[in-house]
């Protein structure tokens, strides 16, 4: 394992509300397609209409209600009426779109239910049917490739957002290779997502800005092109890149083991120099994840 540094803080997280999608298809392909559309402009609810991903462990076939070959998603908003609004457009425009999949809820345990399905069903236009599938109720709506499949209600749950790991390298060679590795660790954890692209952010952000009226700005401590000209960089001497892992999870539980996996794995690559975590003194959220507790 390299020599790194693990900074004595802790990850800030916070609460969002979050619905968990089970998408089959035919084949592999086509649940992937339909999850990669059904995630996209959804990296961070600074800008995004919402936060969502797709889940590492695919679904056995074993275990999913049509016995065919699945991918978990989710979808995450701060507010309900947007989260609805989200989920319907989601599954509306990038599953029921998609050739042979079918959408079933993925949170049979949830208390509060909203009844998407319900609703997508006027698709059919009078011509839909509901029946049962597996003990769940579904909705079977008529389209041009034969009938889209879905489940009648889905769950919504509270979880947890905000995970986060900062990885300083010495080059973005390095860094890259920490952070790839980092993210490959975590997906093998079920339940969680990291909603940038291919898990990563370049472009660690603070909150508000020094010179003009925006909700986020680049966070310039964390900049390795300013080290030499700011008096406040955090960057320990000969940093040369920074990449941030952001995870999301239905539970706290599963948010710290992704984080521990996430950071072991980054440890071990030679020229990783430091690993930190992104806080606002608990002014944002009320979890705080520890790093020197997840080793």
Excluded at 5 to 32: K, Q, S
Excluded at 55 to 69: H, I, V, W
Excluded at 192 to 214: A, D, H, N, Q
Aim: net charge positive.
């Amino acid at each position: 394992m390299a020599d790194v540094e693990i900074e004595d803080t802790f990850a800030e997280a916070f609460p969002m509300i979050a619905g968990r999608v089970l998408i089959t298809a035919e084949n592999d392909d086509w649940a992937m397609n339909s999850a990669r559309s059904a995630t996209g402009f959804a990296s961070s609810i600074i800008m995004s209409p919402a936060e969502a991903g797709i889940e590492g462990p695919k679904a056995s076939p074993k275990k999913t209600p049509d016995g065919r070959p699945g991918v978990y998603i989710q979808v995450y908003h701060r507010t309900g009426r947007e989260f609805k609004m989200q989920m319907l457009a989601r599954i509306g425009q990038c599953i029921l779109t998609c050739p042979t999949t079918a959408a079933f809820d993925a949170i049979p345990k949830a208390k509060k239910r909203l009844k998407l399905g319900r609703t997508i069903r006027y698709f059919g236009d009078g011509f839909q049917k509901k029946d049962q599938m597996a003990g769940r109720d579904i909705w079977r709506i008529p389209v041009m490739e034969g009938e889209f499949i879905i489940e009648d209600k889905f769950g919504v749950k509270r979880a947890v957002a905000g995970g986060n790991l900062l990885i300083m390298a010495k080059d973005q060679t390095i860094g890259l290779e920490a952070a790839e590795k980092a993210v490959l660790a975590i997906k093998g954890v079920e339940g969680v997502i990291t909603p940038f692209p291919g898990g990563i952010c370049r472009s660690g952000s603070k909150v508000g800005s020094m010179k003009y009226k925006l909700l986020a700005s680049t966070n310039h401590p964390f900049c390795p092109v300013l080290k030499d000209s700011i008096e406040n960089s955090v960057l320990p001497a000969g940093t040369g890149a920074v990449y941030e892992i952001v995870i999301n999870g239905l539970t706290l539980s599963l948010v710290e083991r992704a984080m521990k996996v996430g950071l072991k794995a980054a440890m071990d690559v030679e020229g990783v120099m430091k690993i930190t975590a992104v806080n606002f003194g608990g002014k944002l959220g009320p979890f705080k994840i520890n790093l020197k507790d997840l080793l």
